[in-house]
């Protein structure tokens, strides 16, 4: 069965802590993307790689947000530091290209208070 | 500016009750639409994608056709169990990179 894994589902931090979100894609896919979802934006796209490579990140806040893929396997965001305008579902997606449909992950739910 | 509008932006349907969702988009240029549903607490699923005006796609009760400025998705005799939020997404190429904007979705509840 396969699916984009997100871990964690949910997390609660205090505004000012650091935060990392992992994202597994499927196995075979090339690229993976990053998104924001909230009730007033809807979901909005931070940044995506192909072949691990960064090809656009310029939805993403640069001075707190990083968004790295350490290997094939593994997707990585990171929040440092956390603000409470950061409280958001953030999806991972995967596609075989970067011009076909992706497949999201369940989802992070990110409180922070 | 580049926009995706979803309308309406709630619908309750009767259980066979047809109607249509629209996603109206201004992009400079459309290199593809893609539908996706989303029920409570799960990402996307990906539905369809059209690449060029005058194409349609269907699977099961739905059908998603594109204009060179709208994509409507038509639901046929629906079930309680298309209750979800629907998403259109539109892909574009600039300066080089692709972009992907969300629409805002439709709610859309079937009453059994």
């Known amino acids: 069965d396969a699916r984009v894994t997100q871990t964690p589902r949910d997390k609660v931090t205090e505004m000012g802590q650091e935060v990392t979100m992992r994202c597994q894609p499927i196995l075979g896919h090339n690229t993976v993307f990053w998104y924001r979802q909230t009730m007033m934006q809807g979901l909005e796209l931070l940044a995506y790689?192909?072949?691990?490579?960064?090809?656009?990140d310029s939805g993403m806040p640069k001075d707190r947000f990083s968004a790295e893929m350490p290997d094939a396997t593994l997707a990585t965001l990171k929040i440092q530091p956390s603000e409470p305008r950061d409280s958001a579902v953030y999806f991972c997606?995967?596609?075989?290209?970067?011009?076909?449909?992706?497949?999201f992950g369940q989802g992070t739910r990110l409180t922070v208070v | 500016e580049d926009q995706v509008t979803q309308s309406p932006e709630a619908l309750r349907l009767q259980e066979g009750e047809s109607s249509s969702l629209n996603c109206s988009y201004t992009v400079s240029g459309l290199r593809g639409l893609f539908w996706y549903r989303q029920d409570p607490g799960k990402g996307p699923e990906f539905l369809f994608t059209l690449y060029s005006a005058g194409e349609e796609k269907e699977k099961e009760r739905l059908k998603a056709t594109l204009t060179k400025k709208e994509s409507f998705l038509h639901i046929t005799a629906p079930k309680p169990e298309d209750s979800a939020t629907y998403l259109c997404?539109?892909?574009?190429?600039?300066?080089?990179?692709?972009?992907?904007?969300f629409g805002t979705g439709t709610r859309l509840k079937v009453l059994a």
């Open positions: 790689f192909r072949n691990r490579a960064p090809l656009d």
């Open positions: 997404a539109v892909q574009e190429v600039a300066s080089g990179t692709y972009k992907y904007i």
């Open positions: 997606a995967s596609g075989l290209e970067v011009d076909t449909e992706a497949f």
